[in-house]
Every structure is written in structure tokens, then in C-alpha cells.
């Protein structure tokens, strides 16, 4: 891959969540930079790459772009922390994101890159230093997030980075328009998959909600909307809750998945 | 699309279609029409209309929006004895009003910072935003539960939070008859435990403003509202406890399958005569007590709060008036020449008795009750009239309405300073959340002033005074 301009490249997801409105002091990386990295490429011409990516790269089994919590803040690297990023805990089954986050260590290996195969730390970097460490701490709160889809990244330098091929992911929920309270199109695999994709969808509104996410075997709709409004009111009870109830609208659709149209009165 | 056809001023008529037991009944001027998307609104109250029991009309009011089965701004009354209650046709917010208090002081006692200061101290008294309750009190036992519900506004009366004259000044003198603790879960309870006296978020205020104009002066004079004088307006309602009445009462009618054959789930609905109903009844009434000393709390507090920054006597912050927008009440109103015994739904709308009706206190018996219409935190707000319309059994509007999503007000609002923008505006705001803030911006609602030029045109209430914000509390 000689001859052509070389971009310093790396392949990771991108990533929405409820990002704070405010950081403290640090050098913030702009949300639409934001991504969680599976590896580097390091410089390599993309023109070269891309037909190697439209061919045979590694498609995943999900279809649904995974979801997870970002529970706990980092400073990396440990010894001397030059960035602050957040864990990702995966809601969604690791087992399956590692054997994917593998496969694609293994493509790369075939075209001769050299590759990372240390177990992936998944993190989304949010700033870079000079920062206080303490400061980030304290104004930290666990937060959700949810990957939208593959791409290959180029670095712009300046902490921005820009998007030169990638595979979208359908989103585990959408937002759209309700004149009065809050609406989600929920997706899932399964019924499972609805209901907690529809309290993901309520904790990008309200972080700490997923916090009162009930371990059960989900039965249907009904059930659904039931046990969304108990950790509801257990949230309301202890810490209190900007919604008022998820309410009984609607049906299940079965499409290429599971649709379901959440509307939360406010 | 539905059809609509003007049988009077502001007043259009949706025809019966296949299923639908009345016709629906729109209130609305030609430029709200053409402004707002009325479609699945409108496709609400059609559906509506196929409750058994409902009686003359499905009806929408000029502020109708998208609601949980009924649409927001909609009224129903059905046969109290053959007719069916429905949580759906209340809201999960049971007894959700505004109150509006007269201060005997004008604009100039806020000059400065003393407007901050009492703001402020408001803040401090009144608990507002998610999770934010009196957690200094012990919070409310269960004879405290027993006694909201017996006694309605009288208990809060009995914490010395208020004074004997404010009852008549209350819907329905601050008490629903029915209402019986032994129906309430103690999820809710438990949820209300610290929530009495507190705003909580959304749409929920305080607000403290002048009274900019008047428009019916004999009416003004009647109820003692002067132009350039301060007014106080409290909106809130039955906060958790009422949310999970509604929640635990819709979980026990869809496992009943009472939803069965109505056009959407969310109507679901039980006889009124049955022992679902009664029970639902029974606990609504509780949840509607509960908000009244909700909104009598509050505004004890306030008046604290005048006390001590403006040396304001308590008494002094005079109770004109305490409506309800989201319940269902049993009335008799004439149908076809006789009278009859129907439950009202009022969901987003609000009573609207004109002179004569018993319930009134002497003063508005002679006028008309008081109809206090919320508009948004930059505009106004309106003081309106009844006139006891019996084509839609005495309701009038509640509010302006949303003209827009909550998540659209606030991304066009991301990254602009709303608190000082509104400052500019003349409107100081305090809240907890600058999220809820930017979802509540004016431009998120209609323009009051024409909602309520619709609900004059169509003789349901006339005007008296429209109200400027200038210091304003959201959650």
C-alpha cells in the first residue's frame, strides 16, 4: 500500500449518548468525535483499503447497533493518565462483541497489519489533559450509550475525527416527534431485547433510571409496560423521576425485528 | 382527515363515522385550524366517541394536544348510571390545577432585587424539580393519608397552612366527596410520602406576575382584580401519589381485559357502576384531595416567602380561585331539556360554571367562577369567566397548548443562554434543571391569546384579565 497519501486511520464504533452539557477543565472532544476504538491501523492509504473494505470485511451477527452503560470513569494510561475517558459495561452480550472485535483483529492480520491482541478495554475518550482528575470524579455520573455503527476513522489531529467509511447499525431505539410527553420507536431482537432498549431509551432522558432495570423474563407487552412502570416508581420513590408512566400504547410489530412504539407521559 | 363542519362561532362538529356513539365537537377558530397538526388529536376524540355511556358530544378544546387515550383538552361526560370511567379521560396527573392568588402590592415591590430575593426564597420553601421533596418533614403517615382523604384542603387547614376563607375559593371547596384511603396502594402512598407541597417538574410553576389588562371591569371590580397589581399562580397536581393511582388502576383494567373492543388500549375503561368503577372512583377522589392540599401547601409557603422578603401579612396573598384540569365529577346537567346525573371527564380542560350555579361562593354565583388559563412563562396568561356553556357541559380551556415537542423546543434552544434570554424578556426564571427550561421556552405553546379568543367566540368563557409573568419557578 505504497505510492498513496497515507491518513492515520482506525476502525472503531461510533456512539450517542446523553452527553453532559458542561466538562470540566480539560480539552473536550466534540460529541460527533466521540467513538469507542477496535483498532488501529495506524498510516495507511485509504484509497488501497477501501476496496479491501467493500469486499470482505467482517460483517457482525447483531443487527442492532449494541448498548451498554458507561459506568465508571478512566484516566489512561494508568501510570501517567494523558486522556479521560469512560468505561463502557456492555448491556448487550460481550461474548458476542469479543468474538466480532476478534474476527476483525483477524481480517486485519490477513492484509498484514499488526495488531493489539490484548482483551479490548471498551472506552469512550472524552477529553484530553491538562485535566484534574478529581474534578472529573466529582461531576461524573453513570450514563448510557449506544453504537450506531462501524466505521473506519481518520485522525484530523485537534481531537477531531472524521468518518471515511462505515457500516450503520440500525439503533437500538429513535426518538421521535410527541407533542406533549416523550416517544421512542423501540427495536429488539426479541421481547427481551424491547424491554430493555425501551428503559435504555427513558435513562438517555434520565441516566440513573437504568440503575432500577429489573432482572426478569419478560412475558409480552403488557409486561413490558408493567414493569417499566415499577422501576418507575421505585425510581420516583427513592430519588425521584421526571416521568410520570409508560404508557399502554400501541402494539408489537414484527418487522426484520421487533417494533414498538413507547410513548412516556412527562 | 377529519371532517368539520362550523355549526356555530368557533365551534365545529366532526360527523359521526362507524363506531363513534356521538359526534366529536371541536372548539377552535380557523387560525388555530390552520396552524396546528389536529390529526391524531382529532382521531383521539373520534375514538373517544365510542365509549359507551358518552353522552351529546365528544369534545375538543382550542388548546387540544396528543394525549394518553383521550387527547389533552378534551371533555366527555357519560351516563353516570349506564356510562363508563375512564383513567385515560383524567390523566395520570389526577387533579392537576392552577391556582391564582391576588398580592395587594404592585410591580415596584419587585424592583431591584427584591424580585430575585423572593424568587429566591420561594425556591428555598418550595421544593421544585425531579426528586425534590420536603425531605425534612417526617413525611405523611397513614392518619395523615386518612385525613387528606376525609377532609380534602381542611387538613392542610388544620397544619395552619392557610386560612378558613381560602375553602371557597377552591373547586369544589378543596374536597371530592368518594374519596376513601383504604383504595390506595402503598406504592403510592410511599411515592406521596414527601411530595405534599412540592411543584415537581414538566409544565409544573409558580409564578408571580402583574395584572397587565383588563377586560371586563365590572367583573374585576366584582372579584376585587386590579390592573397593575401583582398576582401569584401555582400549578401543580397530585405529584406521585396520583401517577401511580392512574398506573395501578390501568395495570388492574388491562388485566381484566377491559380494553377489549375499544379503538385503542389506552381508553380502557370500566362501568361506573361496577365495582371496578367505584373503586377507581373512590381512589381518584383521593389522589384530587391530595392535590388540592398539594396546591394549598405550596402556596402557604409563598406566602411565607412574601412575609419574609416583603413583609407582606400571609392573609394578605388573597386566594381568588382553585381549578381543576384533570378529573372526572359527577354533574347534572340538562340533556335534551331534562336534567342529568353524568360524570364529567375533564382532561386538559376546566370547569367553566356560569352564573347561578350552586356549588359557587355568593360573589361568583353572581358572576360565574373564575377560569384560569396558563399560557407560557414569556406571554401570558388569562383570567377568564364562565359562562356555563351546556354544550360542553360548563368547560372551558386550560391552557395554550403545545405547539411543539419537547425535544424539538430544546435542541432549538441547545447552546443559547434561555435564563438570559427570558431575563431580556422581562421574565426572571429559577429552576433546578435548565433541560426542563429549554422544553418549556414560550415558543413551545401556542399563543394563548388566541386559545382564548376561540373559547370567548364560542361563548364558553369571556375574558376578564390577562396576566404578565415576571418572576417564574419551574422544575
Redesign the interface.
Known sequence: MQGMEEKRLFLGFSVDAPWQ?TYPKGRVIEESSRHLTLAFLGNTSFEELKKKLNEDFPKPEFSIGPVGMCNEILFLPKMKPRVVAVQVDWISDGNVLENYHKKILDWLEELNFSVDRRPLLPHITLARGPFVEKEWEDTFEPFPAIITGIHLFESMGNLRYASLWNIPLTPAFE?F??????AFQIKGENIQQLYIHGALAMSFK?PPFFSYLEQKEIKGL?DIV?TL?RML?RC??E????F??V???GKIEEKKLLEWEM?V?? | MSKLKEIAPATYEIEKEEGMLVPGLVIATEEILSEIDFEKPLEQVKNVAHLPGIVRYSIAMPDIHWGYGFPIGGVAAMDAKSGVISPGGVGYDINCGVRLALIPETLKCIEGNQGEKLLQRIFELVPSGVGKGHKKTRGLSDRDYKDIAEKGVRFALEQGHGFEEDLEHIESNGFIEGADISYISDKAKDRGKIQLGTVGSGNHFVEIGEIEEIYLPEIAEAWDVQKGQLYLLIHSGSRGFGHQVCQDTLDTFMDKNYAESLPDPQLVCAPIESEDGKNYFHAMATAANFAFNNRQTILHEVRQAFKDVLNIDPQDVRLLYDVCHNIAKFETHEIDGKPMRVCVHRKGATRAFGPGAEELNPIFKKTGQPVLVPGDMGRASHLLVGKGNSITFCSSCHGAGRARSRVKSSRSWKGRDIFDYMEKQGVIVKATSGRTVAEEMPDAYKNVDVVVDAVEKAKLADKVARLKPRLVIKG
Not at chain 1, 239 to 242: D, E, L, S, V, Y
Open positions: 452539557e426518538e416527534e410527541h407533542t406533549a410527553d416523550i434520565y403488557n408493567q412502570n416508581a420516583d420513590q430519588i425521584g423521576c421526571p410520570k408512566a404508557s399502554y400504547h410513548i407521559d412527562v
